[in-house]
């Protein structure tokens, strides 16, 4: 009974789990030769190939050699996906080039098309992100690699559901509750700070709000700036706050500081409390939220201010450990679970969110992998013999 309760306070502490990754074959694993099992090769055939060196995930990695063209020129695309119309969705991929600078974009078909922005490409493997809106119960992806001259190698590509992901919020300190004085922590006055104080009147929740009194000069004049947050660029974030002003008819707007600035647009604030809100994706992983109040000639009192994004893993991304240097890859999986340790792994048990034992694994040597094939799709928990816990997807 206490071996069952001291599992359940474990997946009770779980706050975000890895979403469902819609895409079929993501990781390229599947097919022989040149063929990729769900893909199709709309445009270029003959420059997508399979890489057995060049490879963020398996085995298996997509190489294209772009033309020069039309990004359309040199095009693989994903089998029919199944979407919700209104849900928000995001496709990612990793992706490296051989000589960096040329671009890549993700187009999606189905429904009203929509064109990513061009994602320049650098010589190391990272993450090309673009977020979407569904118009079509059906939609499929469109690696579009034809744009540069470059050889490209892509692997592991996801698609999310972000409307039924789990959720965080990056703020710290959003009620502005933490602080004393009128300093408010988590938080910087980067302008106009002797206009930036701290209101226990006029408050939406709690006992503290921030009170602005707007310069009438430019927006940023008065402003308050949020400790930096670490995002994943291209995804899509939403800032919000409640405000009110004594007068109503001014303006404010949300900004961000980052490598790529964001700039939202002038929201009209009234005499009672409303909640505004600005959507954006991100430019830089290290981003800070500016909230830009100096534009009129009023005061304004803020308070419960968020930053709310999709709490998604990544596809492949490695989970660590620092102290014992165990790393568990990929999260989600479809069949293998690679591990690799400095200690060897002799045991593990595999464990469904109820608490049932559903896989063991000894070895007098060391486990590098486990084959997860056939596990039905969901959540599980993986515990070794050197005491390492670690949760993951199977899809």
């Not at 992100?129 to 892509?154: C, E, H, M, Q």
């Not at 006992?207 to 009194?213: D, P, S, V, Y």
């Amino acid at each position: 009974m206490i071996k069952k309760l001291l599992f359940l306070a474990f997946t009770a502490s779980i706050t975000s789990l890895s979403a469902q990754n819609l895409i079929l074959n993501g990781n390229f694993e599947a097919g022989t030769g040149d063929v990729f099992t769900n893909w199709t090769k709309t445009n270029g055939g003959a420059n997508l190939t399979a890489d057995l060196v060049n490879v963020h995930g398996g085995s298996r990695s997509l190489k294209a050699i772009s033309t020069g063209a039309n990004e359309y020129s040199v095009q693989l695309q994903s089998d029919d996906i199944t979407t919700v119309i209104g849900h928000n969705y995001e496709v990612s991929m990793w992706i490296k080039g051989t000589t960096g600078g040329n671009t890549v974009r993700f187009s999606t078909s189905g429904g009203t098309a929509v064109y990513g922005s061009a994602f320049t490409v650098t010589t190391g493997w990272q993450t090309c992100i673009l977020s979407f809106t569904a118009t079509a119960t059906t939609t499929k992806i469109n690696l579009d690699l034809g744009k540069g001259t470059d050889t490209f190698y892509v692997d592991d590509v996801a698609l999310y559901d972000v409307s039924t992901a789990p959720t965080s919020d990056f703020i710290l300190n959003g009620n502005l509750e933490a602080g004393t004085g009128d300093t408010f922590t988590n938080w910087s006055k980067y302008n106009g700070a002797a206009n930036l104080t701290a209101e226990t009147v006029e408050v939406h929740g709690g006992a503290r709000a921030l009170k602005a009194i707007s310069t009438g000069a430019n927006e940023y004049n008065v402003q308050l700036v949020s400790d930096a947050m670490n995002l994943v660029v291209g995804r899509n974030y939403t800032a919000s706050m409640w405000i009110k002003a004594s007068v109503a008819g001014s303006t404010v707007r949300f900004s961000t500081t980052a490598t790529s600035a964001n700039y939202g647009p002038n929201t009209t604030i009234g005499a009672s409390w409303q909640q505004i809100s600005y959507t954006f994706a991100a430019k830089s992983t290290s981003t800070r939220l500016n909230l830009d109040l100096g534009k009129s000639t009023t005061t304004f009192y803020i308070d419960d201010i968020t930053f709310i994004g999709a709490n998604i893993t990544l596809a492949n991304e490695k989970f660590e450990n620092q102290i014992n240097k165990v790393v568990f890859y990929p999260n989600p999986v479809q069949d293998n679970l690679n591990i690799s340790s400095e200690s060897n792994v002799k045991s593990l048990i595999i464990s469904d969110t109820a608490g049932r034992t559903v896989k063991t694994i000894k070895d007098p040597q060391n486990i590098q992998s486990v084959d997860v094939s056939g596990l039905s799709n969901g959540l599980y928990i993986l515990s070794t013999d050197n005491n390492q816990t670690f949760k993951f997807i199977k899809n």
